[in-house]
């Protein structure tokens, strides 16, 4: 009995009922008010110092402030740059001031040729860093990742609250969730990798092209408490996956991606990351013959944080890219409901 309800429940105290399990809270964090970061060019996966790069992002509490420029070029040349802080309340402020975002296209980069307008991905980063494992954060035992998906308990539910002011920039808000064929503790994008990412909000250029929609799928959410079965709201798109398990070399991709109607450009947002799971892995059987998802895969990493790239939306160019974006929240909660996610308990390491 005591085994099953630690891996049962283990975000939720063992023996409470629906409404007591316990958050993880990864923001607010007032502990780390008073603080900015930056990154730049030159130093793409880590802060800058007075003298070269940090060797890793900063960690506060289970979380890591990730700056993610993973696919902006130019070194020094590149003008402008990314800056994290954290405010008097715990929030996370998130701005990006590019006069020319270019894309990284040096035989170093670590995706030379991407055809994508994204230039980066800053993100609160529960879990283990992609290619970068030594520098991830300490998880927490609420949640240890990685974790085999057939594990993840039940009703896993993320919430998060934001508000980005009037960005000049193509972007996307959204999840970015990370799995792998193995229980590894330095996972990096190969051959079977999977990516999921959940569209909350983006920009109309920030939209990916209808070629690559296969499907529609229905999670259910919650904006500002008031809750949607989101039944058929999300459109489901795919790259890179192929039949057999077999992916690009670098790993395949699954977008979740909220309907026009539906996006949510500021406010409180809860959904369903189980539903999430359940319906990639039943899209990756059915409509290209992968086999026991849950059994064979691990998460790795549960980051949450906005995409962006020049305000043109340009592929190659080197357009401006100018954003403003406030993180009030972000927690993880297990064994509720999108009705009774609080995140009111106290935050547990």
């Known amino acids: 009995m005591l085994l099953a309800c630690a891996v049962a429940s283990l975000l939720s105290a063992c023996g409470q009922g629906q409404g007591g399990a316990t958050g993880l809270n990864l923001l607010p964090v007032p502990t780390a008010k008073g603080h900015v970061w930056k990154w730049d060019s030159r130093c793409p996966y880590s802060p800058r110092t007075t003298s070269a790069c940090a060797g890793a992002g900063p960690d506060i509490g289970p979380a890591q402030l990730s700056g993610d420029e993973w696919n902006l070029g130019g070194g020094a040349a590149t003008p402008g740059s ?74 896993l539910i993320g919430t998060t609250s934001y508000s980005l002011r009037k960005p000049r920039a193509t972007y996307d808000i959204a999840y970015d969730l990370w799995l792998n064929k193995s229980a590894t503790k330095k996972p990096c994008q190969t051959n079977g990798t999977v990516e999921v990412m959940v569209w909350f909000d983006y920009d109309r250029l920030a939209l990916l092209p209808g070629s690559m929609e296969v499907a529609a799928a229905s999670i259910p959410f919650a904006v500002n408490g008031i809750a949607n079965n989101g039944k058929q709201a999300w459109g489901v798109f795919t790259s890179n996956l192929y039949a057999g398990g077999r992916t690009a070399p670098w790993g395949g991709t699954i977008w979740f991606v909220l309907n026009a109607a539906d996006r949510v450009g500021s406010g409180s947002v809860r959904v369903d990351l189980s539903s999430v799971l359940s319906a990639a892995g039943t899209l990756l059987q059915n409509r290209y013959g992968w086999r026991n998802f849950k059994q064979s895969y691990w998460l790795d990493t549960i980051p949450f944080g906005m995409e962006y790239g020049p305000q043109d939306g340009t592929l190659s160019g080197s357009g401006s890219s100018y954003f403003s974006l406030k993180l009030s929240s972000y927690c993880l909660e297990a064994a509720t409901t999108l009705l009774h996610a609080t995140c009111a308990g106290p935050t547990q390491t």
């Open 82 to 155: 990314l800056a994290m802080s954290v405010g008097a309340t715990g929030a996370l402020a998130v701005q990006g001031d590019f006069p020319a975002a270019p894309p990284c296209t040096d035989a170093k980069c670590i995706a030379p040729r991407a055809y994508t307008w994204v230039r980066g991905y800053p993100s609160v980063l529960y879990g283990i860093n992609q290619c970068h494992a030594s520098t991830s954060p300490r998880v927490s035992q609420l949640l240890p990742l990685p974790m085999r998906v057939s594990a993840i308990p039940a009703d």
